[in-house]
């Protein structure tokens, strides 16, 4: 596609479930991040994948929090046993040469 | 550790004003600095890009401009329109990419 995708657009979940958001970045992409926002709060930086190098997952927040990313193109964001605190969006940027493009973002809410 | 700040955090201007939105960074090791909007429930929209060799860029009616040695970036909106309500954010771009919280942005019709 012509810019970054993500899926699903909307999740609830009852707390203590697993969820996997997706991204797919735009062709070619080498670099794939993933942000979090919570309400009217700024961006969080979650992980960053670059090409094949190892992932800078120093923003994950706990160890419930991983990613994998595919083939050097599709990204997932798993979350496992959900807690109300994760409920943001979390949003995907892919760039090749240090130009961030977004995707709309997956809107989590833990019930 | 690089921080970035934006001020100010909410601005109210009529429709038809010129308005500058500040950014500033504590790291001056930026390889790009780049400006975004973001729509209520939307992720965020590429306004532009400076590299860290350039002083300025332009789009339209926006107006970018870098200064690596004082740490300040200054997105200028020309003749602003109501269409230009959102919130604006910049990012500091080397290694990593730090955001600053945003300037919420309401043009008044």
């Known amino acids: 596609g012509a810019g970054v995708s993500q899926s699903p657009s909307n999740k609830v979940t009852e707390k203590g479930k697993d969820v996997e958001l997706r991204c797919d970045p735009i062709s070619g992409h080498t670099a794939l991040y993933w942000y979090r926002q919570s309400l009217g709060q700024g961006l969080e930086f979650l992980i960053y994948f670059q090409g094949n190098s190892a992932p800078d997952k120093s923003g994950l927040p706990s160890d419930r929090f991983s990613a994998e990313r595919t083939g050097g193109s599709v990204s997932t964001l798993t979350i496992q046993r959900t807690q109300q605190e994760d409920s943001a969006v979390y949003l995907c940027?892919?760039?090749?040469?240090?130009?961030?493009?977004f995707g709309e973002g997956s809107r989590l809410t833990v019930l | 550790k690089q921080e970035v700040t934006q001020i100010p955090a909410a601005l109210s201007v009529p429709e038809g004003e010129n308005l500058v939105l500040n950014c500033s960074f504590t790291d001056s090791a930026i390889y790009n600095l780049q400006w975004f909007r973001q729509d209520p429930g939307k992720g965020l929209t590429s306004l532009l890009l400076i590299q860290s060799s350039q002083r300025e860029q332009t789009s339209g009616r926006l107006n970018a401009s870098l200064d690596k040695s004082s740490g300040r970036s200054t997105l200028y909106i020309a003749a602003s329109q109501p269409g230009d309500s959102a919130t604006y954010l910049c990012a500091a771009v080397d290694d990593k990419i730090i955001f600053g919280k945003g300037t919420r942005l309401h043009i008044l019709p």
């Open positions: 940027a892919s760039s090749l040469v240090r130009e961030l493009f």
